[in-house]
């Protein structure tokens, strides 16, 4: 039904910034609701949520160790983006977007099995 695509990760020296953005596919922005997030994933430990947010009233959720260094939004061609700044080494990690449908609840955002429709990933390396 939905389809999600990752672009730009990459390499970036700590302190730096990047900005990740999702593109949506089969995605009726107009007349649905969804929840939106960004999980992080590191080898060997469980895919994490980063940021959420839900498309009809625009309300937000970070996980505590990037809140106030990371903004979730979307614009009005539909692509989620996740603005890091102030890079950390701890922020490295494989990136995926993810959607689900109506809003983003407070207790189950960040889970991963609240989520149906993912995103291949895309990696961000934070170098020191």
């Known amino acids: 039904q939905v389809q999600l695509a990752e672009s730009g990760g990459g390499s970036v020296q700590a302190g730096g910034s990047l900005r990740l953005s999702c593109a949506s596919s089969?995605?009726?922005?107009?007349?649905?609701?969804?929840?939106m997030a960004w999980f992080r994933q590191v080898p060997g430990k469980e895919r994490e949520g980063v940021a959420a947010l839900t498309t009809r009233d625009g309300t937000t959720y970070y996980a505590d160790s990037v809140k106030g260094r990371f903004t979730i939004s979307q614009d009005n061609t539909k692509t989620l983006y996740l603005q890091m700044n102030s890079l950390q080494s701890e922020d490295s990690g494989m990136y995926y977007c993810?959607?689900?449908?109506?809003?983003?609840?407070?207790?189950?955002?960040?889970?991963?099995?609240?989520?149906?429709?993912w995103g291949q990933g895309i990696q961000v390396t934070v170098s020191s």
């Open positions: 089969g995605y009726t922005y107009d007349t649905t609701s969804f929840c």
């Open positions: 993810a959607a689900d449908p109506v809003v983003c609840y407070s207790s189950y955002w960040s889970k991963r099995a609240a989520f149906r429709i």
